[in-house]
């Protein structure tokens, strides 16, 4: 079907990602999609790197590089949807930390294409985000606990297996749009983190459906270090509460609830600790409380082993509560600001 040719404009932001960037871009140069029916976009953050720009020097004349004044990936998406080409049916979307399969473009785009004769609501396809085989032994036990509900709360990123379906939202690491959809919204330019989830949150709110696909991946480095994943989780907790503060409708919550959960968790458990010193059924409800949450922070645990086949993902019995801390101190702090 992609011998129709449908155009597609393709948008990679990119700020700091030099060490992947060139992986990235080489990708999407190569991918199995008639070459005069897709663009490359590349938008380069208002904060960039030189080594970014040296990265892409190679491939001025390759694709397009443009450079944003403005800094975060919400903004340079919408900047890089503004120059898209007017033939472009859809946009499509990916970090510039991923690397795209071959077939990544053509399986969205034919798929897409297939829905529309019954489900003309469907606006936005996506597939997974895997962790390539070169990522440390952290970043592989990170992508393994984001398979987990206790670490990934089922998101559609990563946990679609054997067949399509109906999500409530997809992460732009690996998305397709129509393009109409972002001549009528933009991301929220003052959203660092968590700008894609917001935006497709206000497309759900006009009936546009998401859907998942199996079919469609693209390799996604994951952080590799203790100190950036630390930082992530508390940004994406303070991100989920500034989002709600914005549209204050529990649907939202309802979607993020892996987001809440450990807020309420926390602050049930510091309840429960300081009522534990004067009541003794609040003593028995904490340790009744902290043995259900190791219970499943074990099993989780083994199930991450079990997916990665090393030893070392035992960390995650420890990372796993760090995540949830962190997300609900991101989450509090993101409240009270």
Known sequence: MASNKIFISIIVPVKSESRYITECVASLLNLDYPKDCYEIIVVMDRNVTDSVRKALKPYTKKIRILQSKKAGSAANRNLGTSKASSKARYLAFTDADCVAEKSWLKTLVDRMEQVQTDEKEIGVIGGLNLVPKSDNRLAKTIGAMEQTLLGGGGSAQVSV???????????NCNAMYKA???NKEQQDENLIVGQDGEFNYKLSMRGVKFLAIPDAIVWHHRTNNLKG???RMFKYGEATSR???????MDFLRIRWYGVVPVIALIGFLVLVAFSFYNLTAFYTTAFALGMY?????LTTISVVQKTKMH?????????PVQHLMYAIGFIKGMIR
């Open 161 to 171: 297996k054997g067949e399509e379906q109906i999500v409530p939202s997809l992460p």
């Open 180 to 182: 109409g959809l972002w």
């Open 229 to 231: 994943f630390v930082r």
């Open 243 to 249: 989002i709600w503060k914005k549209h204050r409708n």
């Open 294 to 298: 190791a219970a499943a922070d074990m």
């Open 312 to 320: 070392y993902s035992l960390v995650a019995l420890v990372l796993l």
